[in-house]
């Protein structure tokens, strides 16, 4: 289907469904090429619906085998199906059941959507719309049921069946070959959480109480072999129930939690009822196959899929409009737990990084839109930053706005009001406006308005009045179909900080909140402060209060002084990259002012250099993050036009080789100091110290390659983790030679036998900003390490070099060639993943010219390509538009 036809899918045209499903029996007969799916459906009309309606099916890709209705066989000019739809043109208005017989090829279904052979594990995948790739159903998050599944199997292929809920009934069927299991899920739900998974796995079970004093069977399954990989998810999966108890009042609500880990999975997991489908790199760790980071995501996901039970399942969706009902506020609560877990601050800049380099990157193009989207064609491409990660700001921000006590009541009140519905942003924000005593609709406009907002802040202090007033405005650009855009409300916590730290904060003024807080809602406005006997440094957006930019012109002075005093973490941060970014922006814009950008980086490496003696010591984790420069995209946005990734490129390698050269032997004791002998511990201070040693490795490396390498290899032969390897291997791309390519074959060697550790050298490789980079990719295509078939393999390498801002962006157009080949050349076989790559295109406006002439003819050549996915379709004339 073309693009244009496709219709597009308004919140304002939804009405409720014609007939609800209460119970649904699941009868499925597991075969790797026709898997028998017999389904009973107890329909009724719902009351709210129109009287005598059809009942229209969802389906896709479908073969109906045998229909009956109440038992009997049905005229056939009574309905009418087709791979897409099953139509009863007019069922009795009455309680009904309706046997749907299906039949499905799991081992074809390479879109991993609906059921489909992961490795040789059945497993399914329903969100958004993958149920109606099994059996003929109603398939919107309002239509909620009570399912009932029997799995069978050939027991040698698939000794472990699972399926929503608690184990009713297994045993052996009739003739000894084959087996069979029972589930039954008592709580309600809509078909996108329904899952089964039939395979030959290992497990890693635990027992577990709950607050409430209910017993519940943990089990983390994995591919044989592997369960001694699977002990962090559990030791996650545990502190994170116990969290939801404490923090949420939340306690698990059945007898068994399973997770499963598989292989080919399009997303990184899935929050189905009781059992959860995780992608193994979101499940699998051990020292030497997984690094910190990847614990780190770990303990975030599997926190993530676990506080969806109460936030997604026993309260899920009216429909997929309200996606940030369940995504920004379980990313709120995943963040807030790895917070409570490790460093709050640390979390913070991390998530605020992850924030600036994805959200606003998408919401500066012509990907922007609101958090709670108007329209779409294809929701599988609303799985995005804006609802996810901007999401769970606009959570932040209430719960900064309404009070710590009235956010836990408003929660509270939630859980209480909506459970067992499938609810709107309108029901969760009603909570918070009771609770608190607020009118919420100004704040409800972070749900409509695309587009990051920039608050343009200046101070001035009065010495006569020992007065000092700061003036805040906002504005936000245009985003597409949005030209005009409207204040929002913005949180903006703030101190002064004065020569012995923060001042106390007076004034009169109606925006201030207390507690550090002036609220902007307006277009501008002014606070005046009293009582400040000397002029103060603003710290603005402390914590980052809002997802905003910030325009605030500081000298680089105030800024270092912030840098060395501020009581805000963050803004320490903070204040340290502004400065950086700033030199990197005029460097990127006129690559002439590379010698100033030296100077720059000495004065730098000068701040830095007490810094790292005073402080970093005791807090590897932060020094890590500050040694960090600004990502090079963030750089390119603050460019905003015209951007040359090249210029860019070389900025941030002059400016990092600067630091470098100037702090090296600095850096060389700092990591003698931190440099332990003790055994991998993944905790989050252990981690901080290999984080800052490693981030001291990459400076090294570009200021002395041979020093570098040197130290690179001697950190390869003796690590005893990934971590330590994996950040030897990074530290050694930037340096072009032999020893490098001896180090790449090296790894390759140590872990052949390990994908997901290969997957991580194969989109090292494909960062490496050098112009061969191309060629090695394709290379890399044909090693035995990459498939085509498997999503993880290619957004590590494919997805790698996307991500590579200088080689994709190549002045030759080839890199965005290359893209737009591999994008339609996935369309057939996997739209999700290819929709996905096409997005990388996202920035391609803010180009100079020659580049985005080229990117803009590539994307052109992928819409115009027939018979494209509407996935592909929807991303690439959005794009383009
Ligand atoms: N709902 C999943 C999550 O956020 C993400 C997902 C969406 C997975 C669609 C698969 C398909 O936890
Ligand atoms: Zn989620």
Known sequence: MRSEDTPLIRLEDYRPSDWLIDTVDLDISLHPTKTRIRSQLGLRPNPAGRPGAPLVLDGDELKLVALRLDGLLIDETAYSASPQQLTLHAPPARRFTLMIDTEVDPSANTKLMGLYLSSHVYCTQCEADGFRRISYFLDRPDVMSVYTVRLEAKKLIAPVLLSNGNLVAAGDVPGGERHFAVWHDPHPKPAYLFALVGGALDVLRQTYVTAEGRSVDLAVYVEPGKADRAGWAMDCLVRCMRWDERVFGRNYDLDVFNVVAVSDFNMG??????????????????????????????????????????????????????????????????????????????????????????????????????????????????????????????????????????????????????????ATIEDFLACFAETSGRDLTHFARWYEQAGTPTIVASGRYDAAARSYTLDLAQKTAPTPGQPEKQPVVLPVALGLVGRSGDLPLATDSPAYAGAGLIVLDQPSLSVTFSDVGEPPIPSLLRGFSAPVRLELDLADGDLLRLFSSDSDPFNRWQAWQTVAMRALVEAGREPAQLEALRATGRALAEGLSDFLRDQAPADPAFAAQVLRLPAMGDVAREIGRDVDPDAIQAAHRALSTEIGLRLGPQLLELREKLGGSAPYSPDAASAGRRALRNEALGLIALASPQEGARLCEAQFAAGDNLTDRLAALAAMTLVPGEAREALIARFAKTYAAEPLVLDKWLMAQALIPEASTLDRVRELMQHPAFSMGNPNRIRALIGGFAANLTQFNRTDGTGYAFVAEMVIALDRTNPQVASRLLSSFKSWRMLEPGRRTLAQGRLAQVAATPNLSRDVADIAERTLA
């Open 269 to 422: 997991a899935m929050e189905n009822k009781g059992l959860n489908i995780f992608n193994d790199k979101y499940v699998l760790a051990d020292p030497l196959t997984a690094t910190d980071g990847d614990y780190a995501s770990i303990e975030a996901i599997i926190a993530h899929e676990y506080f969806h039970n109460w936030t997604g399942n026993r309260i899920t969706c009216r429909d997929w409009f309200q996606l940030c009902l369940k995504e920004g506020l379980t990313v709120f609560r995943d963040q807030e737990f790895s917070a409570d877990e490790r460093s709050r601050a640390v979390k913070r800049i991390a998530d605020v990084r992850t924030l600036r380099t994805t959200q606003f990157s998408e919401d500066a193009g012509p990907l922007a839109h609101p958090v709670r989207p108007r329209a779409y064609k294809e929701i599988n491409n609303f799985y995005t930053p804006t609802v996810y990660e901007k999401g769970a700001e606009v959570i932040r921000m209430l719960k900064l706005l309404v009070g710590e006590a009235a956010f836990r009541a408003g929660m509270d009140l939630y859980f209480e009001r909506c459970d067992g519905t499938a």
